[in-house]
């Protein structure tokens, strides 16, 4: 059900709904990287620097792709609140 919202709101361009939908389906039990991942960056293109912040913080400690830099992303959308 998720993925279908997800589809409609990609059809509208709609971030509110993406953004929903990501927060969604990254509480679900059992979710993986990715969709933190994709919830981190939805939180960031929002505006909501310190949030996206936060959950890069989190996952610099369980991702285990050296290609994601969590922790040097983290520190980008802090100062981003300057």
């Known amino acids: 059900m998720l993925a279908n919202l997800r589809y409609s709101y990609l059809l509208e361009s709609s971030r509110a709904g993406l953004l929903r939908v990501a927060q969604l389906q990254a509480a679900m039990p059992g979710a993986g990287l990715a969709e933190r991942r994709a919830l981190a ?42």
Request: no cysteine; charged share 35%.
């Open 41 to 82: 960056q939805l939180l960031a293109a929002d505006g909501r620097f310190d949030e996206a912040a936060r959950l890069h913080r989190e996952l610099s400690g369980e991702d285990p792709d050296p290609d994601q830099d969590h922790e040097s992303r983290a520190i980008q959308l802090l100062a981003r609140l300057n």
